[in-house]
T-cell receptor, first 115, second 112 residues
């Protein structure tokens, strides 16, 4: 149980375009979802926390107008990288929590390359 | 906010020996401390976690200890095997609804 999927697993886009990444909890309802970014050989850096039906809470230094997060249902959250630039190239990982567990369940990640 | 520091950044041990990774946290209110193993290009995998009301927890070759007074916790891996080679992250969280803050990671290599 507690499976989280992400789509796509990898994506290449041109500079200036937007790309959407989906995160789904397949067998549980996720009251809270988190989005992380991980550069090569670095740790997971939390970008934002989203609760279903509410606006996302962004971490300091993360541009909310550039990284649009929507958590429209208890099983789906999306991250849209707008006007992508090469420096946005990274591994994006989502995670989800139920309301009763401390554990976070991670998606497999999406590798974004901006050319 | 919470800050988690992790040491060492790299660790190389002989197969069969033990490995220890240490972390400190800044917020005394943190009460959940998970440890993750991440292989290249994969998602973090929870290997063990501990709550603040427990001082030690063990699962086969893996153990975690927590010192609330000193605000530090450690991961111990005994009888290391080649498949233990990976990056390990410690983390801390305030509550079920709170975000998890990760340490900087330790790259563990097991020498045959």
């Amino acid at each position: 149980g507690a499976v989280v999927s992400q789509h796509p697993s990898w994506v290449i886009c041109k500079s200036g375009t937007s790309v959407k990444i989906e995160c789904r909890s397949l067998d549980f309802q996720a009251t809270t979802m988190f989005w992380y970014r991980q550069f090569p050989k670095q740790s997971l850096m939390l970008m934002a926390t989203s609760n279903e039906g509410s606006k996302a809470t962004y971490e300091q230094g993360v541009e909310k107008d550039k990284f649009l997060i929507n958590h429209a249902s208890l099983t789906l959250s999306t991250l849209t990288v707008t006007s992508a630039h090469p420096e946005d190239s990274s591994f994006y990982i989502c995670s989800a929590r139920t309301g009763t567990s401390y554990e976070q369940y991670f998606g497999p990640g999406t590798r974004l390359t901006v050319t | 906010g919470e800050n988690v520091e992790q040491h060492p950044s790299t660790l190389s041990v002989q197969e069969g020996d033990s490995a220890v990774i240490k972390c400190t946290y800044s917020d005394s209110a943190s009460n959940y401390f998970p440890w993750y193993k991440q292989e290249l290009g994969k998602r973090p995998q929870l290997i063990i976690d501990i709550r603040s009301n427990v001082g030690e927890k063990k699962d086969q070759r893996i153990a975690v200890t927590l010192n609330k007074t000193a605000k530090h916790f450690s991961l111990h891996i005994t009888e290391t095997q080649p498949e233990d080679s990976a990056v390990y992250f410690c983390a801390a969280s305030l509550s079920r609804a709170s975000k998890i803050i990760f340490g900087s990671g330790t790259r563990l290599s097991i020498r045959p």
